[in-house]
């Protein structure tokens, strides 16, 4: 079983910045692709920007140039940066990653979500 959990979210105002984090932790032999969602209120999940075990990146058309995603293998953490942030950014967002799991002599492929944190920017 694997356990992810974000942080950092909060109230901030326009031209703000906030950093979350998504914190993996049980089972884990190794992370493969890491992603960061967001879901305003009335409006569909969207993916804003993946990672890879390799460290490619990947923003959606609303998030590039502002917000960075990284992570740090060795604490299996995953971090989005999120700067010049406007009130179209408010939204729950969470974290979802795709990791190798079980046994080592039994291994297999699981994905899983983030419970979200709320990030709120006034105007």
């Known amino acids: 079983q694997v356990q992810l959990v974000e942080s950092g979210g909060g109230l901030v105002q326009a031209g703000e910045s906030l950093r979350l984090s998504c914190a993996a932790s049980?089972?884990?032999?190794?992370?493969?692709?890491m992603h960061w969602y967001r879901q305003a209120p009335g409006k569909q999940r969207e993916l804003i920007a993946t990672?890879?075990?390799?460290?490619?990146?990947n923003y959606a058309d609303s998030v590039k140039g502002r917000f960075t995603i990284s992570r740090d293998n060795a604490k299996n953490t995953m971090y989005l940066q999120m700067t010049s942030l406007t009130p179209n950014d408010t939204a729950v967002y969470y974290c979802?990653?795709?990791?190798?799991?079980?046994?080592?002599?039994?291994?297999?492929?699981?994905?899983?979500w983030g419970q979200g944190t709320q990030v709120t920017v006034s105007s």
């Open positions: 979802h990653a795709n990791f190798v799991t079980g046994r080592v002599s039994n291994q297999y492929l699981a994905s899983y």
């Open positions: 990672i890879t075990s390799g460290g490619s990146t």
């Open positions: 049980g089972t884990i032999l190794s992370i493969n692709a």
